[in-house]
């Protein structure tokens, strides 16, 4: 079996497409948790189909690997989280390690190839494999701008190096996977993004604000623009992304040490453990925002919001002074700021007033914020038109294992 796929490894969710035989969505929340006895549940029958259906969201695995050298069993995604047991995710805190470093990168970057070989299988054969799957692996990922050059081909390095095998626990039978990785390509954040962009793969019209389109300014001219800066807002950093004469420019871009999710942390350790609103984590406060509050709930949910808006608000700030000293560099030939990344989404409501103030500033510089439905999978979508161009489509004659 042969899969290639583009993977963005994000703090707050893994996303991407991996195509086998057939083409497989990723969009999952990155966290996983040790297995305890409670969760050894075995699907069989009718309930194999369900868990194939969800199985990033309900992968129970053992990884065995020199990047893992435990040997745990974990779950992952929402039942994960739904199990409340103690979870497992990227370290977004300051001065956090390299995500190519944490351990947690490895864990969810081969559990997910082995969830979709399996989805792949069970898709095209309508049974789970009674053998070992062998899988030949070409992916592209990515890594924060700030950390591409130093660490881009240790990252690589480390999953092309020997197999790693992976098995699945939640049947009656194991499921086993080797995974050997061929071709690992890593691009920084932001980055891969654009090329998304470039290629037309964002909805820049409907990013594009009224002032900005009586102003003549369409999407084509910002789909060719040659000079910006992308603001990439993850959960663990913020990218500053800079493109000089259609070209990245490692040493004009960088990042803040810090993320969406690096706030939500600090309010949960912060002000609203203060305040006495406790929660297990930024997993639990993030949903917890996103759900709409029941009219008992309403006053602890407007509670709630207030402080974390009250934070968004100090952090958009500093993303704004981190902006203008990036354009400053650059000097006046910046054509455009490009917004995007999964805490762009919360943020925009704090954010974007004062980006658009800071753009009328300096030189009144165009700031195209882009939509929700687009903003968190740029990275994903340009990750996997560079598979797709360097590693070409997997044929429908793929090997059965």
Known sequence: MRLNGGLDTGNGYMKGEISGRSDINVD??????????????????????????????????????????????????????????????????????????????????????????????????????????????????????????????????????????????????????????????VFPEGAAAHYAIANGLADIEKALNAKQKNLGITSKMVQEAENIIIIDIGEGTVNFVVFQGGELSPDASGALDQGYGTMLDECVSGRLKDSKFPFQGRKMLADFLIT???????????????????????????IVLAAENYISRTGSGTEAILVLGGGSIPLR?????????????????????????????????????IAQELFGKVKASNEKK
Not at 139 to 159: I, Q, T, W
Not at 293 to 317: C, H, M, Q, T
């Open 292 to 318: 709409e509050p029941s009219p008992l709930n309403r006053a602890k949910y407007e509670a709630i919001r207030e402080i974390v808006d009250d934070e968004g608000s100090v952090f958009s700030e500093e």
């Open 349 to 385: 409501r704090v954010l974007e007033p004062k980006l658009l103030e800071s753009g009328d500033r300096l030189s009144g510089i165009p700031v195209v914020y882009i939509s929700s439905d687009d903003a968190r999978k740029l990275n994903a979508k340009g990750l996997r038109k």
């Open 28 to 185: 999952y929340p990155s966290v996983n948790a040790i297995y305890s006895l409670a969760n050894d549940i075995k699907a069989e029958g009718p309930a194999v189909a369900n868990v194939i259906a969800d199985i990033f969201n309900q992968m129970d695995i053992s990884i065995s690997s020199d990047l893992v050298p435990d040997g745990k069993r974990r779950i992952f995604g929402k039942r994960a989280i739904n199990s409340r047991a103690r979870t497992m995710a990227f370290d977004v805190n300051s001065f956090h390690r390299s995500k190519a470093e944490q351990e947690m990168s490895a864990i969810m970057v081969l559990g997910t190839f082995a969830g979709a070989a399996l989805k792949d299988y069970y898709e095209a054969e309508g049974k789970l494999p009674e053998k070992l799957m062998s899988i030949k692996v070409n992916c592209a990922l990515a890594l924060p701008v700030s950390e591409y050059r130093e660490f881009k081909n240790r990252y690589s390095e480390s999953f092309r190096k020997g197999s790693h095998l992976i098995t699945f626990h939640n049947f009656v039978e194991p499921v086993r996977a080797e995974l050997v990785f061929e071709n690992v390509l």
